[in-house]
Nanobody, 120 residues
Framework: QVQLVESGGGLVQAGGSLTLSCVGSGFTFSTYAMGWFRQAPGKERESVSKISRTGKLTYYADFVKGRFAISRDNAKNTVYLQMNSLEPEDTAVYYC?????????????WGQGTQVTVSS
């Protein structure tokens, strides 16, 4: 059974930091690119960041460049999202997802999400 389980969300003040983790199981984690998405209330889900299978390639949405950092540890089947200088606009449910390739956006597996709330 494929599972992606996010953790690390919570309530933080503006300017603070959080690190999200996502652990995968039931599939060969190292053969998938991994992405982070977010969805705020009343808004569409948007891509935040993505990392290739080996971690050599990364992508960041413009609104997080310079503030967020994605990384992975294939030995632990885990992808991370380090979030710094958080803003109230970053408040959302954050999801991780697995994609067979880095270059497309056809994600195969999704986690259940973790809530991030940034207070002003």
């Amino acid at each position: 059974q494929v599972q992606l389980v996010e953790s690390g969300g919570g309530l933080v003040q503006a300017g603070g930091s959080l690190t999200l983790s996502c652990v995968g199981s039931g599939f060969t984690f190292s053969t998938y690119a991994m992405g982070w998405f977010r969805q705020a209330p009343g808004k569409e889900r948007e891509s935040v960041s993505k990392i290739s299978r080996t971690g050599k390639l990364t992508y960041y949405a413009d609104f997080v460049k310079g503030r967020f950092a994605i990384s992975r540890d294939n030995a632990k089947n885990t992808v991370y999202l380090q979030m710094n200088s958080l803003e109230p606009e970053d408040t959302a449910v954050y999801y991780c997802a697995a994609d067979r390739t880095f270059s497309d956006s056809e994600y195969n597996y999704w986690g259940q999400g973790t809530q991030v709330t940034v207070s002003s």
